[in-house]
């Protein structure tokens, strides 16, 4: 069973349009993530939440709208898609244990035409 | 703010050879320093991490890296480079302990001549 799963792997859409990304982990986490990798490879956390609580929000255009249903599960909304959406994306999930280990999905590659 | 350094973007060895991958941090508290691999078109791999206790970790695929406080370093070894290795590697350090938000470098291509 994959810990952290993320739909769809990839995603090609027309800017403009409004799409979805989902994730979900079975590791019985409290916290969860979203990074986004992007043409030069980096890095960078979005949002995170705690319980289902948004904790961390790095600067990002509120066309990004995360939701989180229940502490399982964090789903990614971007509205009015622009090229330079263009990236992959990256769900994770940790626990408050404190090893610090953050467990990555398989990142969602979107493509922005 | 934490932060965190690749030296070299793209690093070249030959099969065989010594595989030396540099990280410098910036923590203004004990850090958690980690290192990652992504494969091509997949996702983020963990290698190994340093939390507290023993400087020299070991990772998979006979990796090791060794923290040493007093350069603010974390560098990434490996004694003898195999085809597979190559690879996108990423350092990172964990920042706001207990919200464990990871700061990344910028990445270093590991390329490996046959």
């Known amino acids: 069973d994959t810990a952290v799963s993320q739909t769809p792997k990839y995603l090609v859409t027309q800017m403009g349009n409004d799409k979805s990304i989902k994730c979900e982990q079975n590791?019985?986490?409290?916290?969860m993530y979203w990074y986004k990798q992007d043409s030069k490879k980096f890095l960078k956390i979005m949002f995170s939440?705690?319980?289902?609580?948004?904790?961390i929000n790095e600067t990002v255009p509120n066309r990004f709208s995360p939701k989180s249903p229940d502490k399982a599960h964090l789903n990614l909304h971007i509205n009015s898609l622009e090229l330079g959406d263009s990236a992959v994306y990256f769900c994770?999930?940790?626990?408050?244990?404190?090893?610090?280990?953050?467990?990555f999905g398989e990142g969602s590659w979107l493509t922005v035409v | 703010a934490q932060s965190v350094t690749q030296l070299g973007s793209h690093v070249s060895v030959s099969e065989g050879a010594l595989v030396l991958l540099r990280c410098n941090y910036s923590s203004s508290v004990p850090p958690y320093l980690f290192w990652y691999v992504q494969y091509p078109n997949q996702g983020l791999q963990l290698l190994l991490k340093y939390t507290t206790g023993a400087t020299l970790v070991k990772g998979i695929n006979g990796f090791e890296a060794e923290f040493k406080k007093s350069e603010t370093s974390f560098h990434l070894t490996k004694p003898s480079a195999h085809m597979s290795d190559a690879a996108e590697y990423f350092c990172?350090?964990?920042?706001?302990?207990?919200?464990?938000?990871?700061?990344f470098g910028t990445g270093t291509r590991l390329t490996i001549i046959p």
């Open positions: 994770a999930s940790s626990s408050r244990d404190r090893s610090g280990l953050i467990y």
């Open positions: 590791l019985g986490h409290d916290t």
């Open positions: 939440y705690n319980n289902k609580e948004l904790i």
């Open positions: 990172a350090v964990i920042s706001n302990f207990g919200n464990e938000k990871l700061t």
